[in-house]
């Protein structure tokens, strides 16, 4: 039973189910479903996929998902209750998966490999999130990485950009187009990510300055390899400028032992530490890593002998250093860690060991070495950026492994009001110390102890480097025999604060003697206080402290005794009586330098500081100290913020008569402070001193007079510095006057409102009065007003605690108001007062309708004011869009109707106006790309563009008709209506916003229908009937047809999952404006004419939508258009042009917008069956004409998509050239549109002069002309002609003609035109030219007797299938082939042009099968031309090069044979049933023509006998030898006979040897001709054939004795010799034969077995072989494309004659020319289906028996053209010489 479910409504699909039960659905895995019913284990429901189709699934395969439900029951959806970000990450995957492998097949393999990477990232992220063990930083952080990769993605892949507000997708609906334009910038922003993203966005109006990012440089020790040093060290690390000389972080220090590992062995694999807090300004800095090794041992490393075993001492050891600079790089763009390598460098001469990190880094190699041994640091670094919690956050791991944070000696660039710290840095600098009479110098080590008041050693309170605890004392390296060591050691002194009063250092120096007791003498001490008597610590300075003298004996118990001597010399002047008689005698010559510095919050250096924190102690000098606080550091400001302060206002409560400007200047310093980006983070300690600490109940009184009354002194005062500072202190100011009038509020219950308000109202009339002031002429004042408008604005929230909101509003009005307009004020006043205004409509005073009631119109006035004059235009749009951002998240309320009405009124038309001229400025910037205009930018644009469309989105019925209701005259409203149309044609021209961002092209087209839908009841009810004007309406409907076919509306083309989507939201717009427009051509009526035939482009255009809504709404226009024109003139003539023109322009230069695929569907059901435009003529009285027409075009549009197909794609010339053919001869033939045709005229000639076809364009050319007469008829500019007369424009184009028809050397084509060209200058006397005419033709006649041409091979192609263009479907064409060009060429070219087709493999017709069949299928063979001109090639004296052009041109018929066996094959004589299928082509025109290919017009078929081939072959061959034999006789070939001797030979020999006995077998045998007595007739013609044959050879021989060279007499002999048997064989066949022989070499030749003269065999096989006969070189008189042959008649017999024997003296040179032959490989013999070469063998190569050829050898070899035929064909002369043994 199956009952509808509760819970599981929504599931994943996990494991593929194909559907294999009735009514069963089929899934795949991660597909989603929605569940209906349920059942046993069963569910029923529908995929989202196809919603429609329901049907049953195992429940087991689906993962159900939680829910939500909406309107329960039939119509149910169902929404999965999971993070959005995962929805989307999980529909942009599916989307992602179809086009990724698409990237494999298009072969872009680096996209497809990166995607794959992302998407697996996105997969495991999206995992994450699911899992729901993330924190909520961590949460924030996947969804940052997800959607950097989804825009990537997106980016990568074309597809649309998604807007997002912390990660969220954000809906449209709920946000102003402005706020939707900039978060389609910042996502835009974010996916072309890159580090500066930061810097380079602008900040909002009033937001404040970004606090800088800091960063640090993790460094970890991974080993130290070294093997001599043998003894345990120390490595420090530090950061080093080496521009400034100096260290800038303390020292991270590393304890190593001998073995090179961590002396403890916990810090095994932590031996780690984070620089922490360098600026951008540091990291420019030319810093290094520097590292000292300090080795703990014996003095001197390889000397044993020097000082015991047991003592140790600190020495120097190496250093080494790394540049950051180099490695910054690589580290910013690796973003983890990376290994380095720091060799490490011992130093020459220890004296310089302080230097020896710069002497490295300067490579002053003299004064360090690298030890033998390969010794070096191998540490890994990685460059981190964030504050220190974000770093904690993102790497955790790092934190895990012991990390030492080393900071940076003194304060970072920010301070964090929560860093406490109380750090003293003390370099050990240097000592001169006295030899003390000894010979050698010493070895000083420096003890250094942290001393309290009572004499207490302090604990832990000396840092040698940070990763290492503190030590109570320390000990200084020891540099060998140096009495002026020079350290440079930097130690850090953590004190506790309330240690630091009080405590001093105590310095001990020892001689280490290297003797046998190695002991360390104490010799002397130094000793400095940490604070002095006045309370302020240690300076920041070098300090030369004093050395006394003491031995080993002396003690420091009572320290009192040294503390009360000097320490220094400063020390001294203070107290210069010191008895001389104390334990302690300084030393005079010996001296000892530390420097210090201190990083600390809580103490100070400053004096003034002091001073002031103490000032009751110094009551007199009060006004000196307060004047002096401004000189006092930042740093030390606001470490004592808070006393700072309390001290200030009570000295104000003290005496504010005297101390009350002092005290408000104090007061603006520090205020001012804060301000600087370094203290910034102090505003926070500010804020909570005023709400928490402030105590000054009566300040505000005196705060608000001095406020007042520097701005009443800034009218005279001429410098006005302190004014300036107290304007841009306005904030805190206002906060302390606030704060403390609710202190005095509290304290008096509401004393003194009055006073108060009053005197605020008084306050705010010196500003107006400061900013009313004309500032043109004084800087100092504009400089006031700036920061006066600039602060303005941050005290609104401060007056809302004291003020309602109306209150102050009208307090902002009044000062917004005081501003002068901006005529009236310099361009920099413009811009500090706009941002004024735009930080006011960003503060919380603006969010309020009370306030925004009073404060929209001044804010309207000035923008108003300034987009009139075109100034900011940039601030001014921020302005602008914050207003509708607030006024859309308000527009719930009333009020906001109020106020879009306001808006309306102030800005719509000024900002159309703006609009127009951006658009402009930005059209004109494209035309000339030189100076850069910020204002015309595609930003300004996109802001402008984005606050009209919140403008018009605000609007609804009431404000529409209250703005067309305000126009004065209909002039207005023309202009409005002109200028919002053109705006609108413009965004969608112009493409404002980027083509990716798909939800604002959406969103604007939905404004703009809208809008139109309001406005074109305007229109016609003020501009149709007495007021039409056409100008308005040929506007609208320019815009209607510009959105109909915006590409972003075209929903065909997108997924279906987006089309729905899109659907579901908007409709389909195209179809609303459809409508619309279709009405408002309605509501035109007898005004419609006025768009005939202007609007049939655009309208056609509409057509080409492929939505079919759209086109049923658009055909009664053009049913309109014709009858309306019909009605005016009679008939539609001028709609009937239009449309043809624009069809041709609009598909055959349509430039690859993708709708143009599906042009032919779509323009056939406007022109083609029902229902149609074909439908609505039918039923008029103008039927006829129409009907034909649509007719027409419809069959234009088939010819114009196959030429737009052909050209827009890579096709080759040939198909281009057959589209442009096809198309032509259709204007020319069926629509007869003279125009177009020649355009195509033309357009052919370029093509054919391209692919270099000069014949063929000649031809071209000369139908232009053709159409031209000999007039003086003036002819318009047309094309690249210019105006001329008929006489010369035709005169040119023969000239031209002429030309081409030479390069073709097609010379007999171009001399009629000669000729014509002659007769024309002859008759008007222009004998110059004449004689250049005469000349030019005299020349082709020379070119054509003297110059060789190749003969070109025909072909003849059939077109089989569907998937062919339209031009070519089905049909067969026959196809002259280039120069060389032989059938196998000609066969792959034609396989390249149409990669998709296949070779069919035999010649018979197709069945329908084929012609029906959605493939492509070419049929292509070899052809002979049949030529027109056979009087001249049957004439005797013609000239072979004549004769051979006639062969081939003008030639209009074709024809090839196809040998097949009729009735039972006779095994002795095969060629009694051998008979010839003969197929005659007739085309269409003759070749050459305007085409290198004419279509197949009639074919003819016939069968030829197998008597008829024998009479035909006989024929041709006699033919042939009375052609050569005359050509001798008038002496046209001279010298060489051999052409004559192997013709003779041929016949000759093969009749001795069988030949054509063969014949006389088969066809004079009694049994045939009893069987066929029809035949009679045609045996006796070939019997006369054969006696004429003997006639001939007769007559050859004789004038081969006459012309016969003395060594090739034998020859002669011989053919005498075979001549008489042959005779002799036919005696008895033909009695008297003899008697028509002549006599030869003095007998008579008798007429015997002729018949043996030939070998049986059909005569195509004998025309191929003659053609390609290797025979055919020697003496050759034309040449044909595929060989160099002899060819004297058309279908002559060609049989291939003579052996080596009959050669003479030279056998073996006929061998090698036959092997050599081009021809050798019987090309033609394997690709026309029957040619092929038939050669009879050399008689040396044959056994006497004479072997007759088979029939099915012949056929074997005239198989169909096959793979494995073309490859032996390729073979050359070896395979042709065994097919001439085959043949034997």
Not at 9 to 31: D, N, T
Not at 1218 to 1229: A, D, H, I, R, W
Not at 1239 to 1248: S, T, V
Not at 1593 to 1612: D, Q, S
Request: glycine residues 4%; proline residues 4%.
């Amino acid at each position: 039973m199956w009952t509808p479910t509760e819970e599981e409504k929504y599931g994943v699909v996990i494991c593929s189910f194909r559907g294999s039960v009735p009514q069963g659905l089929v899934l795949e895995i991660g597909e989603t479903v929605q569940i209906l019913e349920k059942c046993e284990g069963w569910y029923r429901g529908v995929s989202t996929k196809k919603p429609n189709v329901k049907g049953i699934f195992p429940a087991n395969y689906i993962h159900l998902k939680k829910a939500i439900v909406s309107n329960r029951g039939q119509y149910e959806t169902v929404v999965p209750l999971e993070d959005s970000i995962v929805t989307e990450v999980t529909a942009t995957l599916q989307e992602w998966a179809s086009l990724w492998k698409q990237l494999y097949v298009k072969h872009k393999v680096d996209l497809f490999y990166k995607l794959r990477h992302v998407m697996n990232e996105l997969i495991d992220l999206r995992r994450q999130l699911l899992s729901g063990h993330l924190t909520q930083d961590q949460v924030r952080e996947v969804k940052r990485h997800i959607t950097v990769r989804l825009d990537w993605g997106n980016e990568h892949l074309g597809l649309d950009l998604v807007p997002r507000k912390d990660f969220e997708v954000v809906d449209a609906d709920q946000i102003s187009v402005s706020d939707l334009y900039k978060m389609h910038l910042s996502s835009r922003q974010s996916v072309q990510q890159s580090t500066s993203q930061v810097d380079t966005m602008r900040p909002r109006h009033g937001e404040t300055c970004r606090i800088p990012v800091p960063h640090h440089f993790f460094l970890s020790l991974k080993s130290f390899t070294y093997n001599t040093i043998g003894e345990d060290t120390d490595v420090f690390f530090s950061l080093y400028d080496m521009r400034e000389g100096k260290q800038i972080s303390e020292r991270f220090l590393v304890r190593l032992n001998k073995n090179g590992g961590p002396r403890n062995p916990e810090k095994i694999e932590r031996m780690c530490a984070l620089f922490t807090d360098l600026s951008s300004k540091d990291m420019k800095r030319d810093l290094y890593i520097v590292a000292h090794v300090i080795r703990i041992g014996r003095m001197l490393l390889n000397d044993s002998k020097k000082g015991p075993a047991h003592l140790h001492y600190r020495r120097p050891y190496g250093c080494a250093v790394l540049s950051i600079l180099d490695v910054l790089q690589s580290l910013t763009e690796l973003k983890e860690e990376k290994d380095f390598v720091l060799k490490v460098y011992t130093c020459n001469n220890e004296s310089e060991w302080s230097q020896i990190h710069e002497n490295i880094i300067r490579k002053s190699s003299a004064k360090y070495s690298a030890p033998s041994a390969s010794h070096g640091l191998i540490i890994s670094l990685q460059l981190l950026r964030g504050d220190m919690e974000q770093i904690r956050r993102e790497n955790p791991m790092i934190f895990n492994r012991g990390l030492a944070i080393t900071r940076k000696l003194g304060f970072p660039d920010v301070i964090m009001p929560g860093d406490i710290r109380n750090d003293l840095y003390l370099t050990l600098e240097k000592g001169d110390f006295e030899r003390g009479g000894k010979s050698v110098q010493k070895n000083i080590e420096v003890t250094m102890y942290v001393l309290y008041a009572d004499g207490e050693i302090l604990k832990d309170c000396i840092s040698l480097g940070s990763g290492e605890p503190n030590r109570s004392s320390y000990h200084s390296f020891v540099l060998y025999h140096s009495n002026s060591p020079r350290w440079g050691e930097i130690i850090k002194l953590p004190i506790p604060i309330d240690r630091f009063r009080g405590s001093h250092l105590r310095f001990e120096f020892r001689h280490c003697s290297t003797k046998d007791k190695g002991e360390k003498k104490l010799f002397g001490f130094a000793f400095s206080p940490l604070m002095r008597d006045d309370g302020t610590t240690l300076s920041d300075d070098i300090h030369e402290l004093y050395v006394y003298k003491c031995d080993e004996n002396s003690t420091f118990n009572n320290h009192a005794l040294y503390l009360g001597l000097p320490c220094c010399k400063e020390d001294y002047n203070g107290c210069p009586n010191i008895p001389s008689s104390l334990i302690f005698q300084r030393s005079t010559k010996e001296s000892f330098f530390i420097s210090t510095q201190l990083s600390s919050t809580k103490l100070t250096q400053n004096v003034d500081l002091l001073a002031l924190l103490k000032w009751k102690a110094f009551p007199d000098r009060i006004m000196d100290i307060l004047g002096r606080l401004r000189h006092v550091s930042g740093e030390e400001i606001v470490k004592f913020l808070q006393d700072i302060l309390d001290t200030l206002f009570v000295i104000l409560d003290d005496n504010t008569e005297k101390y009350g400007l002092l005290v408000f200047q104090s007061l603006v310093f520090i205020i001012n402070l804060l301000r600087d980006i370094k203290y910034f983070h102090f505003r926070p300690v500010m804020d909570t001193y005023i709400q928490k600490h402030f105590a000054g109940a009566l300040a505000y009184k005196e705060l608000i007079r001095c406020l007042k009354w520097y701005m009443d002194c800034s009218a005279e005062l001429i410098r006005q510095d302190h004014i300036q500072e107290a304007m841009r202190a306005l904030e805190y100011l206002f906060k302390f006057i606030v704060q403390s009038r609710i202190l005095y509020s509290r304290a008096t219950c509401g004393m003194e409102e009055e006073q108060f308000r009053s005197s605020i109202q008084e306050l705010f009339q010196s500003i107006r009065f400061v900013l009313s002031l004309d500032s043109r002429n004084s800087e100092t004042l504009l400089f006031t007003q700036a920061a006066l408008l600039n602060s303005f604005p941050t005290i609104f929230d401060e007056l809302l605690q004291m003020f309602t909101v109306q209150e102050v509003a009208e307090f902002v009005r009044g000062t917004l108001g005081s501003m002068p307009s901006t005529v009236h004020i310099g361009q920099s006043m413009d811009v500090v007062k706009l941002q004024s205004i735009a930080r006011t409509v960003d503060s919380r005073l603006f969010s309020f309708s009370e306030s925004r009631r009073i404060l929209l119109p001044v804010v309207l006035h000035h923008i108003h004011l300034h987009l009139r004059q075109q100034k900011e235009l940039l601030i001014c749009s921020g302005i602008l869009g914050s207003i509708f951002s607030i006024v859309k998240t308000s527009s719930l309320e009333a009020d906001v109707m109020e106020e879009v009405e306001m808006m309306v009124e102030s800005l719509l038309d000024v900002l159309l106006q703006t609009l127009l001229t951006i658009m402009s400025k930005s059209h004109a910037q494209e035309a000339v790309r030189g100076q850069r205009c910020p204002q015309c930018t595609a930003e300004i644009t996109g802001e402008y563009v984005s606050c009209l469309l919140s403008l018009l989105r605000q609007m609804c019925d009431t404000h529409y008709q209250h703005l067309l209701d305000n126009f004065q005259s209909k002039d207005e409203l023309k202009e409005f209506l002109l200028k919002i149309f053109c705006v609108f044609r413009n965004l969608m021209k112009m493409s404002v916003f980027p083509r990716d961002w798909m939800v604002m092209r959406l969103l604007t087209s939905n404004i703009i229908v809208t809008t139109v839908q309001y406005l074109s009841s305007a229109l016609h009810k003020n501009f149709t009937e007495t007021d039409f004007d056409f100008k308005v309406w040929n506007s609208y409907f320019s815009l209607a047809v510009l959105f109909i076919n915006q590409p972003s509306l075209q929903l065909e083309i997108i997924t279906s999952t987006k089309r729905k989507k899109i659907l579901d939201k908007y409709g389909d717009m195209r179809v609303m404006m459809a409508y619309e427009l279709f009405s408002m051509w309605q509501n035109l009526g007898e005004h419609k004419i006025h768009f005939i035939p202007g609007m049939i482009g655009p309208f056609l255009g509409v057509t080409l939508v492929p939505q079919p809504e759209v086109r049923n709404i658009m055909i009664p226009i053009f049913h309109d258009m014709m009858d309306w024109e019909q009605r005016k003139n009679g008939n539609f003539k001028q709609v009937e042009a239009e449309l043809i023109d624009k069809l041709d322009s609009m598909v055959s230069e349509g430039k690859g917008d993708e709708s143009y695929r599906e042009l032919f569907g779509l323009l056939t059901q406007l022109f083609g069956p029902y229902p149609s435009l074909l439908e609505k003529v039918e039923q008029e009285t103008w039927r006829e004409t129409g009907i034909s027409f649509v007719t027409s075009v419809t069959r234009l549009m088939e010819r114009l998509l196959d030429y737009r197909d052909c050209m827009k794609g890579e096709e080759t010339e040939n198909k281009k050239i057959g589209c442009t053919v096809n198309l032509m001869n259709f204007y020319k033939s069926e629509i007869n549109k003279e125009e177009m045709y020649i355009r195509y005229i033309h357009k052919l000639c370029d093509m054919h002069l391209q692919a270099e076809n000069y014949t063929e364009a000649a031809f071209t050319l000369l139908l232009y002309c053709e159409l031209l007469q000999w007039e003086e008829r003036p002819l318009r500019e047309f094309l690249h002609y210019p105006s001329q007369t008929e006489w010369q424009r035709k005169e040119g184009l023969c000239r031209k003609i002429i030309h081409y028809f030479n390069k073709g050397k097609s010379w007999e084509f171009g001399i009629p035109l000669c000729r014509e060209l002659a007769c024309q200058y002859e008759s008007l006397y222009d004998y110059q030219s004449l004689s250049w005419i005469r000349k030019m033709e005299a020349s082709y006649y020379d070119n054509i007797t003297e110059q060789q041409r190749l003969e070109p091979e025909f072909f003849r192609v059939g077109f089989y299938g569907r998937k062919f263009p339209f031009f070519l479907r089905n049909k067969e064409y026959v196809c002259r082939g280039h120069d060389y060009e032989r059938l196998e060429a000609f066969q792959q070219r034609m396989l390249s042009e149409f990669p998709q087709a296949v070779a069919m493999q035999h010649p018979n017709h197709p069945d329908d099968t084929i012609l029906q069949c959605d493939a492509q299928y070419l049929q292509i063979y070899a052809v002979t031309p049949i030529p027109d001109y056979v009087d001249v090639l049957q004439m005797d004296r013609v000239p072979d090069r004549v004769k051979s052009f006639y062969r081939v041109n003008n030639v209009r018929k074709f024809r090839y044979d196809r040998p097949f066996h009729k009735g039972p094959k006779d095994k002795e004589n095969e060629f009694k049933s051998l008979w010839i299928e003969r197929t005659t082509l007739t085309l269409t025109h003759s070749l050459p023509g305007i085409s290198r290919w004419f279509e197949v017009e009639r074919r003819e078929l016939v069968e030829v006998s197998p008597l008829e081939n024998a009479i035909q072959v006989v024929e041709n061959k006699n033919q042939e030898l009375r052609a050569l034999i005359s050509q001798y006789q008038h002496k046209q070939v001279h010298g060489n006979i051999n052409l004559l001797s192997m013709c003779l030979n041929g016949v000759i020999d093969a009749a001795v040897n069988g030949g054509i006995a063969r014949y006389q077998e088969a066809f004079f045998d009694k049994d045939y001709i009893t069987k066929h007595p029809g035949d009679a007739e045609k045996i006796t013609q070939l019997k006369e054939l054969m006696q004429e044959q003997v006639h001939v050879l007769g007559v050859g021989l004789a004038v081969h004795e006459k012309f016969v060279h003395p060594e090739m007499r034998p020859l002669h002999k011989k053919l005498i010799d075979q001549f008489q048997m042959m005779r002799a064989s036919l005696y008895h066949e033909f009695p008297g034969l003899d008697k028509l022989s002549p006599a030869c070499s003095g007998t008579s030749t008798p007429r015997g077995n002729v018949l043996a003269s030939h070998s049986p065999m059909s005569p195509e096989n004998i025309k191929m072989t003659h053609r390609h006969s290797p025979m055919n070189l020697m003496g050759t008189g034309r040449h044909s494309s595929s060989s160099l042959s002899s060819h004297t008649s058309s279908e002559a017999g060609n049989v291939v004659m003579l052996g080596d024997s009959s050669m003479g003296e030279a056998p073996e040179d006929l061998y090698h020319h036959m092997q050599a032959s081009p021809s050798s490989s019987s090309l033609s013999s394997t690709h026309s289906a029957p040619s092929q070469m038939i050669t009879s063998a050399p008689s040396s190569a044959r056994a006497r028996k004479p072997e007759r050829p088979t029939v099915a050898v012949m056929e074997r070899e005239m198989q169909w053209p096959t793979g494995k035929s073309l490859s032996r064909q390729q073979k050359g002369g070896k395979a042709a010489t065994g097919r001439i043994q085959t043949f034997t």
